[in-house]
């Protein structure tokens, strides 16, 4: 009997320690969650990179046209 | 060949018109008839066979690339054809006020669009490729 009452708290105190755990990891994920802002700066500069071809786009295909000797 | 078509047509606005108007004809013309010249300008042999045979390819950032290893000749003319499209492209790219990166890659997307079928280019994930009759596979940023 005093085995199993003990098991009882035992378990009572596990089972707070879980809650705490997960509620640890809980925090742990809301933090890891803030990291992505980079990935916006990469597609601004494909967005950019890709306007300066649009624009580049008409001379440069005159310029090979105009040196076949080296293309 | 489109080019030399054009040629033509200025010329005949000024038929049966006064000397000064023939002049501003020719003046006209004559450099329409002089840039097709330049373009009709031969790739060096080496270059020309080694494209040929797959030996060399279009890379994505502009330049020749080197598909096998190269002979020391092929070396020497690629590596002169590199260094030359390196001045045009720094001179037309300051003319448009972009970085020669940007002029050097805008081109390199209209080079690999250009190869023909048997043709290599190198692909987004940076492996050679051999041109077929589809289109290339290309930077998501080439038009």
């Known amino acids: ?71 | 060949m489109a080019r030399m078509t054009m040629k033509l047509r200025p010329s005949r606005p000024f038929a049966g018109r006064s000397l000064a108007g023939r002049l501003a004809a020719a003046a006209l013309v004559l450099p329409l008839v002089a840039a097709p010249l330049a373009a009709f300008a031969q790739r060096d042999p080496v270059y020309a066979a080694a494209r040929e045979a797959g030996q060399v390819g279009e890379k994505m950032d502009g330049y020749l690339g080197y598909v096998t290893p190269p002979s020391a000749a092929l070396k020497a003319v690629v590596e002169d054809i590199n260094l030359k499209r390196r001045a045009l492209y720094s001179d037309k790219a300051q003319a448009q006020k972009a970085t020669v990166e940007e002029y050097a890659f805008t081109s390199g997307c209209l080079l690999i669009a250009q190869t023909r079928p048997g043709e290599k280019y190198q692909a987004p994930d940076g492996s050679w490729q051999t041109r077929t009759a589809a289109a290339p596979q290309r930077d998501s940023r080439c038009l």
Do not use: H
């Open chain 1, 1 to 71: 009997m005093r085995y199993g009452m003990n098991e009882g708290w035992g378990a009572a105190r596990t089972g707070g320690l879980v809650l705490l755990a997960a509620g640890a990891l809980a925090l742990g994920g809301c933090i890891s969650v803030k990291a992505p802002d980079k990935p916006i700066v990469i597609e601004l500069n494909i967005n950019i990179k890709q306007e300066v071809v649009y624009r580049l786009a008409g001379d440069a295909s005159q310029t090979i046209d105009k040196n076949k000797d080296i293309f």
